[in-house]
């Protein structure tokens, strides 16, 4: 019988597609996932449960047998050599092959090697079971592959495993672990997303610090969880600090939000109501007129962790390799669901313009595989997309069923760059009543949010730098000396307006 570790949890489901799929003679088995431990585990179940001899293979030791400490057979190191074993073997064995890797089928013998052996293995039970994520089959091989996606630990084997690993590290250092039920409750949502071993990588390095576990170090979860996450260089982990509130303007886009929060963070009611959960929305516009404040600030007033996706991160020079970093970053933002993932700038990704071929060719396939995962995505991730520069997104992105709305930031009116002046003086201790900021408002045609800060800003210095305080004939003179982006790309943005005019909703 097959010692069944305490601390990885899985799913009678997951042992159970697994053992269907060895009765019913699959040679060759990819199980797609993260976490390698937790494949082998299952591979070992289904062994047991169907009375089969398990064999593992690594490029190390070559093939072994655990329950038979003696076996080894000569040279397997050399994965040629251990598939020419299981070919000659003809036994009903499920062989693992740990360390199995897109080399090995890129060379052409060993995958002749490999097909011959996966065409004898589909006489019985016997079949070979790769752990890993990413293969790129080749189509000679493809039609004796199965794949096996394994699910994201549900939210029930995230507590079993999480209180397991707690009840251990208490078992060998007794000191205090204490957790309110509120503590567990938002410890699992900052975990869920990481691996098993991650989890308990982040538990146990807490633990030691803390000296115990309780309250403080629930708070020090998402540190390491960011840590985790960013160290994979696709994804970044944001902390949201602005609120819906210091979003001046965009009164459409803020009601449209206010209707959609409860049906996308409670997709069962909402189910039950006939409604689908939102996919998310694309705004457009002239650049530094809060479209990333707006991601920020839905995540903070939907109460859920904020994910940007950095499209230039995507690109690999490697062929296959942007895909992958895209699927990985999927699978991750699925992972760590409910989120909001911010794509910035999209037209970075999927751009239309001047690039080399090659590139041009890498853009497609990851535009491809994203329009794809848009139109069938699961609930949870909800997409906030910004763009620039409309004509370098390909228009299929754009039709209906993408995107459940998409949105024009135009400039600020007027009384909204009052707004958006207000708001800043507010954040450097400054009243706003104490100021003209009609007047200001009116002296700043054609600015940008971003430019209106940058008037307030170096109005603070020139105030500093004179020993006296900010006044509003500071503000005006700052802005005299700044020429706003209308001014320079008028074209552009009148371009820019005429498109959106009809085809989008204006957010404000």
Known sequence: MVDTPELLPTSDAEVRDIEILIRANHPFILIETDEP???????????????LPYAQWTPDDGLKRPDMPGFKVEGSEELRVCLDYIEDTHGEWLYHLDGFSQQHLDDPRTLHTLT??????????????????????PVELQRLVTRLRLAAPSRAQYELFVKQVLRDLHQRTPVEVKLTAEDITRLLNQLSGLTYFEVKKILTKLFVEDQGFGHASVSRVAEAKREIIERSGVLEY????ESIADVAGLARLKDWLRHRK???????????????SPKGVLLLGVQGCGKSMCAKAI??????PLIRLDPSNLYNKYFGESEKNLRRAIRTAEA???IVLWMDEMEKAFGLGESSSDDSATSQRIFGAFLSWMQDKRDGVFVVATCNDIERLPPELLRKGRFDEIFFVDLPTAEVRREI?????????????????????????????AELEQVVVSGLYAAFARGTDLTDALLIEEAMRTVPLYTTAREKIEALRTWADGRTVPAD
């Open 238 to 241: 944001f902390t949201a600090e």
């Open 336 to 338: 760590m669901a409910p």
């Open 37 to 51: 431990e937790r494949g082998e585990l299952l591979i070992r179940w289904v062994a047991d449960r169907l009375s």
């Open 421 to 449: 002046l207000a708001v800043h003086l507010t954040r450097r201790g400054r009243k706003p009543e104490a100021f003209a900021l009609d007047a200001v408002a009116e002296a700043t045609p054609g600015f940008s949010g």
């Open 116 to 137: 011959e052996v996966a065409h004898k293995l589909f006489e019985h039970r016997g079949a070979i079971l790769v752990c890993t994520f990413g293969l790129e089959i």
């Open 262 to 276: 409860a049906a996308f963070t409670e997709p069962e009611r909402a189910r039950s109501f006939g409604l689908a």
């Open 299 to 304: 995540a903070r007033e939907w109460g859920l």
